[in-house]
């Protein structure tokens, strides 16, 4: 489910997929991490919030 929101609406901020999917923001994190320690995802800072990173699925995490 995390993978296809973040195919559907990338790049997004964590905060705002958290928010849509209804998932506790710490639970997500980790759920990000795991994903990004596959190469499934990317993770960018976000310019215009250096405190956030925004989340873009990579070829291999792409949902068809």
Do not use: W
């Not at 995390?2 to 990338?10: C, D, Q, W």
């Not at 964590?14 to 639970?27: E, H, K, P, Q």
């Not at 795991?34 to 995802?41: M, S």
């Amino acid at each position: 489910r995390v993978l296809l929101e973040i195919s559907k609406h990338a790049p997004c901020q964590a905060n705002a997929l958290a928010d849509r999917l209804r998932l506790d923001r710490s639970f997500l994190s980790r759920i990000l991490k795991r994903l990004a320690g596959k190469a499934l995802i990317s993770r960018t800072p976000d310019p215009a919030d250096s405190r956030a990173s925004r989340g873009r699925s990579r070829e291999r995490g792409q949902y068809t």
